[in-house]
């Protein structure tokens, strides 16, 4: 049982770039989340997924697409990287929020991703 | 919407002895959970504890423990007898709806031998 795993651990690209972000989660979880984290200011959410075929725009949506295709994957695309985009973007997963559930976020390990 | 806010950039403490992390938070919501993680060096976040809106006791978990003061928006964390694996970021949080979790700024815990 792996959890939330993420891919790749770091990564540098010029700006104009383009890369995709992979989270797997083996746990069954309906909703899935990407976070960044930046100095000062914690982990703000970018998308997130309330099950498999939908995502929406969290907090920080711009310059960055999602797509949910399978239940246990989530990625996260930049089309064309900015340094403003250079920060630790984070993975999480959890069950429907609600009284009777377990509403623990697993986070994964993170990707540190620099922009020049 | 929500907002947390830690108003502490950092804090230090002596092995063994207690410290007390503050976090406030803004919400319209009745039902809703806190939490406070931790983020060693190694960047993972890890669940310190949790605590549910509508209990009114405190969540305890070992050496962790909060003061939840819900009609005054509040949601500190003690650590007792702080230990030096205590040295971290702490996070605190709010979950809503639709399990979106808002995260506050951060406190960098100092723990010195």
């Known amino acids: 049982n792996a959890g939330v795993t993420q891919t790749p651990k770091f990564r540098v690209l010029k700006t104009g770039q383009s890369m995709t972000l992979l989270c797997a989660q083996d746990?069954?979880?309906?909703?899935m989340y990407w976070y960044r984290q930046d100095p000062g200011m914690g982990l703000r959410l970018i998308h997130y997924s309330v099950g498999e075929g939908t995502t929406a725009k969290g907090e920080v949506p711009d310059g960055y697409n999602v797509s949910r295709l399978k239940k246990q994957n989530f990625l996260l695309g930049l089309e064309s990287a900015a340094p403003s985009q250079t920060s630790v973007y984070f993975c999480a997963s959890s069950y429907p929020s609600g009284r009777a559930s377990y509403n623990e976020q697993f986070f994964g390990p993170g990707t540190r991703l620099t922009v020049l | 919407a929500q907002t947390v806010t830690q108003s502490q950039p950092e804090m230090s403490v002596q092995e063994a002895e207690t410290v007390t992390l503050s976090c406030t938070y803004d919400?319209?919501?009745?039902?809703?959970?806190l939490f406070w993680y931790k983020q060693p060096p190694s960047r993972q976040m890890i669940l310190v504890i949790r605590?549910?809106?509508?209990?009114?006791q405190n969540a305890t978990e070992n050496r962790f423990s909060v003061n939840f003061q819900k009609a005054a928006k509040s949601f500190s964390l003690k650590i007792s007898d702080s230990q030096l694996g205590d040295a971290a970021m702490y996070f605190c949080a709010y979950l809503g709806s639709y399990g979106k979790l808002t995260f506050g700024q951060g406190t960098i815990l100092t723990v010195h031998p």
């Open positions: 919400t319209s919501e009745s039902d809703y959970y």
């Open positions: 605590q549910e809106a509508y209990k009114q």
């Open positions: 746990m069954n979880h309906e909703y």
